[in-house]
Structure formats: C-alpha cells, structure tokens
C-alpha cells in the first residue's frame, strides 16, 4: 500500500539483515511508500516518514525465525505507481538511476543468489481517485487501465535480470478508503465504491501475476475486505467488519495530527508480512 502523498527530499536505499546459521539470501523490495514503512509522524502536513517496523521488515523476522537469513534491500519511493516505474525519471532518485534500473542492476549482480522480491506497484495509480469525499469513478478506471498496460512490462523487466533461485511475490491491497463509512450519509456510498475499485484492482492483479506464474500475497483476505458481518469497532459501536479492519489496521480512523492517513500502522504491516510469508516456499 502505497503514499499518503510525494517527498520533496530524496529517499536513498536502505540494506538491513540478521545473522543466522542457517540459508541465506537478499530481499529486494520494490514499491512505493508502504514498502518502505510509512506511517504519520503526527505533524501537521507532513506526509510521514519511513521506519523500521513495515512488513518487510517483519518478513525478514518471521524468516529469520525458520533459519533463513535475508538481507533487506528497500528501493521504494513513496508514490511510485506502475505507470510511472517506466517513465524517465522521480523524484527519489537523481538521473539516470530510478527505481526500476537499480531494481535491474541490483538482480542481474545477484543471479547466482537465494533471493526474494515483492511488487507492491498499483495501489497510487488509484489512490488520488479515491482519497476524497466523492470517488471519481472515471479516475479509477483510467488508473487501473494504467497497472493493466504497465505492470506486465515491469514484470517482465524483473523476471528476466533475475537468477533461477529467487522467489517473487506480487502484492495485492486491502481498502483503507472504507473509513468514508464512518462518516455516514453519502460517504457510506463513497466507501462502497471505494471497495468496488479495490476490488477491481485486486482481480487485476491477481491475473497478472498468475499470468506472470508469480504468487499473490492475499492482503485483502488480511483486512477482511469482503466480510460484512457485523463488528464492533471501540469508541464507535457496530459496524461491517472490513470497515473495522480498516480502522484497526491503519491510521485512516486516527483523529488528527495522526489521521487520517491511509497507510498501515504495525498490525497492518505485520498482516501485510503474514500473507507474503504464507506464499513462500518453506525449504528455500
């Protein structure tokens, strides 16, 4: 899941592991601000910070605990989306590097490595249509549009400048935006709307990365999107259930200077983590 909005500095690559006996390899993460760890600082128009306590991080702990020692290698840049992986330039990196050529260059001088990569791409390409108080339906349609005709070709890039011994994982989302339905009235619209267009995206990338014979961290299942049963969220009383997990699982229901902000707080990434470890292969 992706940026509470742009940086004006720029992020530099972060390398982080653990010592253990056991495999060893590298954990490439490429996304935007969600890969990095991103959660609000509680400062009046900031647009948060990176920390040390995003589900890669909490990946690299659940492996470490089964013997297998990675070494973390973040590249995100907060509000990265499919589309703009392929353009020319960001604002996270200074030419001619951007985040999918360091993506490259970093794979193709680890070929004969144990490896695993994450995608977290998709997310900003739909995030601007659906951060607001009436969604933009059309926006949506043309950001999903965008991950169709832009993520296979990253995929593609990836998958070839990787050697045979590295996992990837592709990443799907839950809906923060379903905190609209607290607001009641014409927002409880706006929150099944906003689940419509996850929905859609979600599909989506499940077929391109089945297409690509890349496993689908199931993140969505996670957050408990699809269930509606009813649930009692502390402070507000009874509401469906994905509405509470997206209360209790990111800042979107934070009063402010903390919220609302859609990305994940520790039991978000830690969710996030446990659905991409489950599609790990458990001998590496």
Not at 71 to 84: F, H, M, N, Y
Not at 174 to 201: C, E, N, R, W
Request: a negative charge.
């Amino acid at each position: 899941m992706i940026g509470a909005g742009l940086v004006t500095h720029v992020f530099l690559p972060s390398t982080t592991g653990a010592s253990t006996t056991g495999v060893s390899g590298f954990y490439l993460d490429v996304g935007a601000s969600a890969s990095l760890g991103f959660q609000p600082t509680g400062i009046v128009h900031h647009n948060g910070h990176r920390t040390d306590t995003g589900y890669a991080n909490d990946v690299v702990a659940f492996e470490r605990a089964k013997g297998v020692n990675l070494k973390l290698r973040q590249i995100g840049c907060p509000g990265e989306t499919a589309e703009s992986m392929l353009l020319s330039g960001d604002h996270c990196y200074t030419l001619p590097n951007r985040q999918l050529p360091v993506a490259l260059k970093f794979l193709q001088a680890n070929t004969n490595s144990v490896g695993l990569v994450t995608i977290d791409l998709g997310f900003n390409d739909v995030r601007p249509c659906l951060n607001t108080a009436v969604i933009d339906m059309t926006c949506a349609e043309q950001g999903i549009s965008y991950v169709r005709d832009d993520l296979p070709k990253v995929l593609d890039q990836l998958k070839a400048a990787a050697g045979p011994h590295v996992h990837f994982v592709g990443l799907e989302y839950g809906d923060p935006f379903l905190a609209h339905y607290l607001k009641g009235g014409t927002s409880i619209t706006a929150a099944t709307q906003s689940l419509q267009v996850m929905t859609q995206l979600d599909d989506l990338l499940e077929s391109i990365y089945t297409a690509a014979h890349i496993p689908t961290a199931n993140i969505a299942g996670q957050f408990k999107s699809a269930n509606l049963s009813p649930a009692t969220l502390p402070n507000v009383g009874v509401v469906p259930q994905n509405v509470a997990s997206a209360c209790t699982l990111t800042w979107m229901c934070t009063p402010p200077p903390w919220g609302p902000d859609d990305h994940p707080n520790n039991d978000g990434y830690r969710a996030i983590a446990e659905a991409i470890v489950a599609k790990l292969p458990t001998t590496w």
